[in-house]
Nanobody
């Protein structure tokens, strides 16, 4: 059974940083592209960033480009999202999933709140 467990969220002031982690289990992690997604209150879930199976290719939504960095450790079955220069509009629940996402694989997510 595939499971993704996100962690690392919290309350941070504008301009601050957070590092999210997503631990995967129940799958051959190292052969799949992975992604981060987020859902703000009242909004649909949206794509944030993706990384290829090897880590050699990354992609970002325009809204986070230059501020967020995705990475992965295939030995640890973990994908990370380093978030810098956070803005109030980054407030959301953040999820990881494969790319393209698999509907049954969504986890609980981790809440990120950017507020002064």
């Amino acid at each position: 059974q595939v499971q993704f467990v996100e962690s690392g969220g919290g309350l941070v002031q504008p301009g601050g940083s957070l590092r999210l982690s997503c631990a995967a289990s129940g799958m051959t992690f190292g052969i799949y592209a992975m992604g981060w997604y987020r859902q703000a209150p009242g909004n649909q879930r949206e794509f944030v960033s993706s990384i290829s199976w090897s880590g050699g290719m990354t992609n970002y939504a325009d809204s986070v480009k230059g501020r967020f960095t995705i990475s992965r450790d295939n030995a640890e079955n973990t994908v990370y999202l380093q978030m810098n220069s956070l803005k109030p509009e980054d407030t959301a629940v953040y999820y990881c999933n494969r790319v393209p996402s698999v509907p049954n694989y969504w986890g609980q997510g981790t809440q990120v709140t950017v507020s002064s």
